[in-house]
């Protein structure tokens, strides 16, 4: 029963023809409507952006006030910009910190190099430098001991030397993994 009454009302539903143009179209903003061959509209894409639109040229006075103040010695040229702010009552510019920014090699003007204090390292790098192949066997279980790996991962890494074994560790640990290293027949050194 249920059946039947479905398959009355799939009859009822209107069938597309396929001489009659599809009622949707794709949102397409560059073609005419009414129009198959219609080629897209071409837009002029200024080459540089400017949000204020074309400035007209300075005045002859800003003009003449630029020459001015290019004729001036350099003394003079750095005294501007503070009258200007004094008289202007601009407000003053905070200075914006760089902490933590690596802006390059810093050059000061006046000559005085101010000596940077260094700071400890306290993590380091184990890094093995070589070992005698007759105690490879006896590095690569000493590597494993202390970087738990695997067999294969611990021998492929001591069979690519020089290579870093272990990183971020402290001075006292470095040192022992060095030594640990030195008396099995390895070169291990700290960086």
């Known amino acids: 029963m249920r059946f039947t009454r479905l398959s009355r009302l799939i009859c009822r539903i209107p069938r597309l023809d396929a001489s ?9 903003t560059d073609v005419v409507s009414g129009d198959s061959k219609a080629k ?4 002029k894409i200024p080459q540089f952006y400017d949000p204020y639109g074309p400035r007209p ?9 630029a020459e001015q103040i290019g004729a001036l010695p350099e003394e003079e040229r750095s005294q501007i910009m ?8 601009l407000p003053k510019l905070q200075s914006i910190s760089t902490e933590g920014l690596d802006l390059g090699p810093q ?12 700071a ?4 380091f790098d184990v890094k093995l430098e070589k070992f005698d192949a007759a105690g490879k066997i ?3 279980k000493e590597v494993r001991a202390f970087t738990n790996l695997g067999l294969k991962e611990a021998k492929d890494l001591v069979e690519k030397v020089p290579a870093v074994l272990k990183q971020g560790v402290t001075k006292e640990e470095a040192n022992e993994i060095i030594e640990k290293l030195k008396a099995v027949g390895g070169v291990a050194v700290m960086e």
């Open 57 to 65: 040229p300075p005045s002859e006075k800003v003009i003449q006030l």
């Open 20 to 28: 009659r143009p599809l009622q949707c179209r794709a949102f397409q």
């Open 120 to 123: 400890e390292k306290t993590a």
């Open 107 to 118: 050059d000061g003007g006046a000559g005085v190099q101010v000596e940077e204090k260094k």
């Open 40 to 43: 897209p509209k071409r837009y």
């Open 82 to 89: 503070p009258m200007l702010v004094e008289r202007l009552k």
């Open 138 to 140: 006896k590095v690569i």
